[in-house]
């Protein structure tokens, strides 16, 4: 099964500013997954990164705030735009391939906001 | 509107007994369902697939069975062990296919010895 490595593991912004947060996979697969995950939630899905294409974005999610990049089968990053307290929230990435395949994930980014 | 449940949002078990965890959705048509353990700190790790046209799948101590008419899941692990304390999550994928997972809130499962 694929590897994710996420990163940063955490960090602590400033209002106003803007992160971004890196994934890489061991190997090349096609569906590239960002979700938010608040503190006794469940996953949420912000947007599927698409090689070679925009991102697709879920309902409550624009692409101003959260630019997303997947520049080729192996990476992909999600900014966090012009940062509010109510974006502190966990991000995880995932992988993984069509067909309901199972989702592979990385360990998330902790992230606050002052 | 559509929904995923996961009746307990904790269940404590005694060490050698089995964990009964429960997933219901509403206004789904679910072609596939995911069980994933979620350990603090870390990404949901998968555990088990179970199709639409599956009753049960097993993996080693681990048990889902799917039911479409009760539009529910039951995700069993025997003879469990403080090991398994985690919090379990199940995400179903509708029959439209390739859509996003739809993930629940999870059940936090602690195992006392």
């Known amino acids: 099964s694929a590897v994710i490595s996420q990163k940063p593991s955490r960090d602590i912004c400033q209002r106003g500013t803007s992160l971004t947060i890196q994934c890489q996979v061991d190997?090349?697969?096609?569906?590239m997954f960002w979700y938010r995950q608040q503190p006794g939630q469940s996953l949420t899905l912000i947007a599927t990164a698409n090689q070679g294409s925009e991102a697709t974005y879920e309902s409550g999610f624009v692409i101003d705030k959260f630019p997303i990049s997947r520049p080729n089968l192996t990476f992909s990053t999600l900014t966090v735009s012009n940062m509010s307290p109510e974006d502190s929230s966990i991000y995880l990435c995932a992988a993984g391939e069509p067909s309901n395949q199972p989702q592979h994930f990385g360990d998330g980014t902790r992230l606050s906001i002052l | 509107s559509q929904k995923i449940e996961q009746n307990s949002e904790a269940l404590n078990i005694q060490e050698g007994k089995t964990a009964t965890l429960t997933c219901n959705y509403t206004?789904?048509?679910?072609?596939?369902l995911q069980w994933y353990r979620q350990d603090p700190g870390r990404g949901p790790v998968f555990l088990l697939l179970i199709r639409e046209n599956e009753k049960e799948k097993r993996k080693e101590r681990l048990k889902v069975t799917f039911d479409t008419t009760l539009k529910q899941s039951l995700f069993h692990i025997t003879a469990s062990q403080p090991a398994d304390s985690a919090t379990y999550l199940c995400?179903?994928?509708?029959?439209?296919?390739?859509?996003?997972?739809?993930f629940g809130k999870g059940t936090r499962l602690s195992v006392i010895a």
């Open positions: 995400a179903l994928v509708t029959l439209s296919g390739n859509t996003p997972l739809v």
């Open positions: 190997s090349q697969v096609t569906m």
């Open positions: 206004n789904y048509s679910p072609a596939y």
